[in-house]
């Protein structure tokens, strides 16, 4: 009977461990777990119009921050990435998505600074793009360690699995390439072991 979260939102929704759950467009009838379950549940709020997360100690995790609900996807073997539109375009036209990764034990590992970024959904080491559009790469801990691709102003850098940043998103590109990555910057590339 104690109010661990006292009343303070526009709209809450159940607390869940599998973050599949609180997609929009999630199905009960034809759902089938995916990803790995976070350790403390978490829930989707909604204050003064804009969306954030709790967790079951009603610890905002991510605070009101994006006009649209957030969106989650698996980016290693223990984290995820957090996304939400940010209302700005690119010079290319495509929706920001600001991103930050949550840990399974549901803390958040960087702030929302970055602007977009992919995960390998199938194992192949390349990423699908997200849902606005975006066509950039990344890839899972199973291909480069546990290092994950990420995209500031359209300059791509490289941040660990524990939001440690170890390039400063300053390249035109980075890819998976046979023994490490292959990092571009204008014409010039090498490849980092």
Same mark, same amino acid.
């Given at each position: ?19 599949? *759950?609180?997609?929009?467009?999630? !199905? ?129 850098? *490289? ?19 046979? !023994? ?14």
């Amino acid at each position: 009977g104690t109010i661990v979260v006292p009343p303070q939102f526009d709209e809450a929704y159940p607390f869940v461990r599998q973050l599949e *759950m609180l997609s929009p467009y999630f !199905n009960p009838e034809h759902f089938q777990p995916r990803w790995p379950e976070v350790r403390q549940p978490v829930a989707l709020v909604k204050k003064d119009s804009l969306w954030g997360l709790l967790d079951a100690h009603g610890k905002v995790l991510v605070p009101a921050v994006g006009r649209e609900r957030l969106t989650f996807a698996q980016a290693g073997k223990d984290v995820f990435w957090v996304r939400y539109d940010a209302g700005e375009r690119t010079p290319h036209h495509d929706h920001v998505l600001k991103t930050a990764l949550l840990s399974l034990d549901g803390t958040l590992l960087t702030p929302f600074i970055y602007d977009h970024s992919s995960y390998d959904d199938d194992g192949d080491g390349w990423g699908e793009g997200d849902t606005y559009g975006h066509s950039s790469f990344g890839w899972s801990h199973q291909v480069v360690a546990e290092y994950l691709a990420v995209c500031k102003g359209e300059r791509w850098g *490289m941040i660990s699995v524990h939001g440690e940043e170890i390039i400063p998103p300053v390249w035109g590109s980075i890819t998976p390439g046979a !023994n490490g990555v292959a990092i571009t910057y204008s014409y010039d590339s090498l490849t980092l072991e």
